[in-house]
């Protein structure tokens, strides 16, 4: 067989997984691309295990033959890191039947896809082995270990799914919470499969460290903001300071600038210039957006089912908090000169209008749109302190109408037209 041809089976089987079982074929790129004879090198290959006697008859033969052999070329990997993806998930192959697949397996926070996966850890002769770095095609540092070498096993590392591990002991939800990171696989499988087992003490850890892990994050992310908050604070008034974009052809719009306003109550709001492409026209936008937000942590037991009680109150209550407070923030910001903002970003609009209070909601949205949040607030003042059940019907009918056009009106807004003397610093 031709050079050209067997290269074309290697790539084959480099792209999509296709066995080379030609005797002939697998003899040529040996030829073409074996290893250095003699040389030994350590190498790692992981497989994933659909059962246990499939993952019992691979422990077994590695015993029986005193080390890993295949009637097939085995794949290996000069990187463990390569590897040991291979062990816990299956690769697609632009399959769509193993791509919905691992999809499924992702969805509920699983690590491991099969019963078990296994990293074996050997050592051979790289004589016995087709490189296919010589071949141009080792992006992963790949060799094909020749059918019935015998390796030699030096270690072979385990890897248990979260499911298993959880239902037969070796895991448990209280353990985990309190000594894994919040990021960790175990806590994020605990969230997505076992968030009705959550108890209050559970939740106000998570909570806790989801407050911490924010403030972390806020320090590293805008360390110069301390001095601007510590400033609104002892002044009890705005600070609007002005930044220049680092590279202005970078950003949308005409400006070359941005202000960020910061509030005594903590609360940054910043605007941010965006370009919009409507009816074939670009069209600058000027968006309000909120870098410090509670975690989504904190919103997920907020919002989920099958949270206990004591638990969803206490993340509302925060939530509630939180987005009144940026409400405020966008209040007080609208009285700045500089304040220009027309839009919220979506994430903000999306987070205000189902956390804040109606009525901080509708003057925030008051900042952007006045007559939109001033038909709320006249619905609201107009409403007798005490009301018959008609009344209350027709009143929440009322309040309901207007919050759903104050909601669009966020949207869709327009500036204040609230604008007295200037007060930015610059940055």
């Known amino acids: 067989m031709s050079s050209e041809r067997a290269t074309r089976a290697l790539e084959a089987f480099r792209q999509s997984n296709i066995p080379i079982t030609s005797d002939s074929v697998l003899d040529e790129l040996k030829s073409a691309y074996g290893g250095d004879s003699g040389q030994k090198v350590t190498l790692y290959r992981g497989l994933l295990f659909r059962s246990q006697s499939e993952a019992e008859r691979f422990y077994n033969g590695v015993e029986v033959n005193s080390g890993y052999v295949s009637s097939m070329p085995s794949s290996f990997s000069t990187d463990t890191k390569i590897a040991h993806e291979f062990s816990r998930m299956p690769k697609t192959y632009d399959d769509m039947n193993l791509a919905r697949e691992a999809m499924k397996y992702a969805k509920i926070g699983e690590t ?54 959880f239902n037969e002991g070796a895991l448990n939800i209280d353990s985990c919470i309190r000594d894994f990171p919040q990021s960790s696989p175990e806590v ?28 972390e994050r806020r320090e590293k992310r ?5 001095q601007y908050i510590a400033e609104a604070k002892r002044t009890g008034e705005v600070i609007a300071v002005r ?16 202000y960020t306003y910061f509030n005594p109550n903590g609360v940054v709001i910043c605007e941010w210039d965006q370009l919009n492409r ?17 975690s989504w942590l904190v919103e997920m037991f907020a919002t989920e089912e099958g949270v206990n ?5 206490l993340a509302l209550s925060e939530m509630q908090a939180a987005y009144n407070a940026i409400a ?44 939109k949040a001033s038909q709320l607030l006249e619905v609201e003042s107009a409403a ?30 327009r500036p204040s037209q609230s604008n007295p003397k200037s007060s930015f610093k610059p940055r």
């Open 309 to 313: 009680a004591e638990s969803q109150a």
């Open 384 to 413: 007798p302190r005490m009301m018959n059940k008609e009344q209350l019907r027709s009143h929440t009918a009322q309040v309901e109408s207007s919050m759903a056009e104050l909601i669009q009106g966020i949207a869709e807004s």
């Open 112 to 165: 491991v896809g099969g019963y078990e996966g296994a990293l074996i850890e050997v050592e051979v002769d790289a004589g016995d082995c087709i490189d296919l770095r010589k071949a141009d095609m080792g992006a992963e540092g790949e060799m094909l270990l020749m059918p019935g070498t015998v390796a030699k096993v030096i270690n072979i590392e385990k890897q248990i799914p979260l499911s298993r591990q």
């Open 222 to 226: 805008r360390s110069g903001d301390a």
């Open 278 to 294: 409507i009816d074939g026209k670009y069209v600058q936008k000027t968006e309000l957006h909120c870098p410090y937000t509670p």
């Open 243 to 258: 930044t220049q974009k680092r590279r202005f052809e970078d950003w949308a719009g005409e400006r070359d600038h941005y």
């Open 188 to 215: 994020n499988f605990i969230l997505k499969n076992f968030i009705d087992k959550l108890d209050a003490s559970n939740v106000g850890l998570l909570l806790n460290g989801a407050k911490a892990q924010s403030d």
């Open 328 to 371: 405020q923030a966008i209040i007080d910001a609208s009285e700045c000169a500089e304040f220009t903002a027309r839009f919220y970003d979506h994430y903000l609009r999306e987070a205000i209008t189902k956390f804040a209070d109606p009525m901080m909601l509708a003057l925030a949205g008051d900042a952007v749109n006045p007559e």
